[in-house]
């Protein structure tokens, strides 16, 4: 894929999810992290999605 298709895909990816923009490594890194330090939080499936099932 071209540099400049793939520019575009995720232009369009971004429009069309409620974050507005594509997901980064941070941001799984952030829910990985939560997940292995929040103690109430077991057994618990987290989607991080930027909202994308919402759409």
Sequence with gaps: MSKT???QL??????????GRVGEADDIA???LFCLTEPFAT????????GTALA
């Design 5 to 7: 298709s793939r520019e």
């Design 10 to 19: 995720y232009r369009d990816t971004a429009e069309a999810i409620p974050a």
């Design 30 to 32: 952030h829910a990985y």
């Design 43 to 50: 057994g618990s499936i987290l989607t991080v999605d930027g």
